[in-house]
């Protein structure tokens, strides 16, 4: 069965520092590209960054460029997200979601390719 688990999720002020993990059972990280996105309620979900292994590429949002890194270690199929310099509008529902195949720098960041999701952790940055 396919499962991705989030973690790492929590309180902090402004200008500390996160790092999420995503535990993928079920397929494989070489295989599927592994996107995180988040969502507060009443707006939609918004990519934040994506990961693919098979053709070695990585993608951000501008919003969080420079700020956020992911990164893997396949062998644990575990994909992180570093998330520095925080701020109280990085505030949301993190997801990470597993899309079979190479995503493109068009459709990284939409989330109805994405195959596989998580249930979310929660991100408060507090002012």
Known sequence: EEQLVESGGGLVQAGGSLRLSCVVSGLTIEDYAIGWFRQVP???????????????????????KGRFTIS???????????????????????????????????????????????QGTQVTVSS
Request: proline residues 4%; glycine residues 8%; contains cysteine.
């Open 42 to 64: 009443g707006k939609e979900r918004e990519g934040v960054s994506c990961f693919s292994d098979s053709d070695d590429m990585i993608y951000y949002s501008e919003s969080v």
């Open 72 to 118: 893997s270690d396949n062998a644990k199929n575990t994909v992180y997200l570093q998330m520095n310099s925080l701020k109280p509008e990085d505030t949301a529902t993190y997801y990470c979601a597993a899309q079979y195949g190479r995503p493109s720098l068009g459709n990284w960041h939409v989330p109805m390719r994405y195959d596989y999701w998580g």
